[in-house]
């Protein structure tokens, strides 16, 4: 890799627009940038998960999801290169079957929690699940990688079940949402009770 970051800062950015990697120049706002801003939280978002002691078998997919989410930056920073597959999307496929193949059927909403692994989990969920919301507009201008968009599709629900088993992995449960609960009666400072 040599010296390619020898200099953090270059100024060039100062005027709201940022470098491709084909050489251009497009707005900071772009769309096309929104989508590599929002895979990068993204992959920062697992790295939260990944600080967290989980299973190995965990470990190993996620880490390896941070690398492809990586290659999938390059290929949003490169129009017209590639980087996802169709063999990507088939491997979170089969990882998603692994990992629910041990799960209980799902009967209810489940509320982001369970743990700090698996309220981690959930959080990079609700990220991916906005980088593929702003990757489908991009792709109504662009021309987008099919197989990019899928595998975010795909990645948003493994994150899902993953949420479900580090729930589990931490020794707690999933945290289901009720729909019986009736409402809270909140006191107002200084007024005790009194609805």
């Known amino acids: 890799m040599g010296n390619r970051?020898?200099?953090?800062?270059?100024?060039t950015g100062d005027g709201g627009s940022t470098g491709l990697g084909d050489g251009s120049r497009i707005a900071k706002d772009a769309l096309r940038v929104e989508v590599m801003g929002d895979c990068d939280e993204l992959n920062s978002t697992i790295g939260m998960v990944l600080a967290q002691p989980v299973r190995d078998s965990i470990r190993d997919v996620l880490s390896e999801v941070q690398h492809k989410l990586f290659?999938?930056?390059g290929e949003l920073c490169m129009p017209g290169y590639t980087a996802i597959s169709a063999n990507d999307v088939g491997q979170l496929e089969s990882d998603l079957d692994q990992f629910n193949a041990e799960?209980?059927?799902?009967?209810?909403?489940?509320?982001?929690?369970?743990?700090?692994?698996?309220?981690?989990c959930h959080l990079a969920r609700t990220v991916c699940r906005r980088?593929?919301?702003?990757?489908?507009?991009?792709?109504?201008?662009?021309?987008i990688n099919a197989q990019a968009q899928a595998y975010l599709n795909r990645l948003s629900d493994l994150l899902f079940v993953l949420g479900r088993v580090l729930a589990r992995d931490e020794g707690g449960s999933e945290?289901?949402?009720r729909n019986d609960r009736g409402r809270r009666r909140h006191a107002v400072p200084g007024q005790g009770d009194r609805a």
């Open 71 to 73: 290659d999938l930056g």
């Open 5 to 11: 970051l020898s200099k953090i800062y270059t100024r």
């Open 175 to 177: 945290v289901l949402w």
């Open 131 to 143: 980088a593929e919301r702003q990757m489908v507009r991009l792709a109504r201008e662009e021309n």
């Open 103 to 120: 799960l209980p059927p799902l009967k209810e909403f489940i509320l982001p929690g369970g743990g700090v692994a698996a309220a981690a």
